[in-house]
């Protein structure tokens, strides 16, 4: 079983930029499928960002898209999510997925088979 550990999340101002890091141990990154969600306080688990085995497509919700990257690093196995252009309404625990090869959408909760801990990114206005 793979362990993930989420860091880099903090308080920061609308505008401003953060990068989360997802670590891994027990198993190597480069065979799963990637994927980050948030969870707000009394809300769903929501689809931030994602990107597939072989890192030759990514997804991005439309909240996020053009201002979040989602990148690996397999010598580090590790991933990162970039944000820039922070929004208050980005504000959220920030949870990194690893999903083993299936044939669903990397959009879906359902898909992944792995979550780290969570990460709280607060974005203040």
């Known amino acids: 079983q793979v362990q993930l550990v989420e860091s880099g999340g903090r308080l920061v101002q609308a505008g401003g930029s953060l990068r989360l890091s997802c670590a891994a141990s027990?198993?190597?990154?480069?065979?799963?499928?990637m994927g980050w969600f948030r969870q707000a306080p009394g809300k769903e688990r929501e689809f931030v960002a994602a990107?597939?085995?072989?890192?030759?497509?990514?997804y991005y919700a439309s909240s996020v898209r053009g201002r979040f990257t989602l990148s690996r690093d397999n010598a580090k196995n590790t991933v990162y999510l970039q944000m820039n252009s922070l929004k208050p309404e980005a504000t959220a625990v920030y949870y990194c997925?690893?999903?083993?090869?299936?044939?669903?959408?990397?959009?879906?909760?359902?898909?992944?088979?792995?979550w780290g801990q969570g990460t709280q990114v607060t974005v203040s206005s």
């Open positions: 027990g198993g190597t990154l480069s065979n799963y499928a």
């Open positions: 990107i597939n085995l072989s890192g030759s497509s990514s």
């Open positions: 997925a690893a999903a083993r090869v299936k044939t669903g959408a990397l959009d879906s909760t359902e898909e992944y088979d792995y």
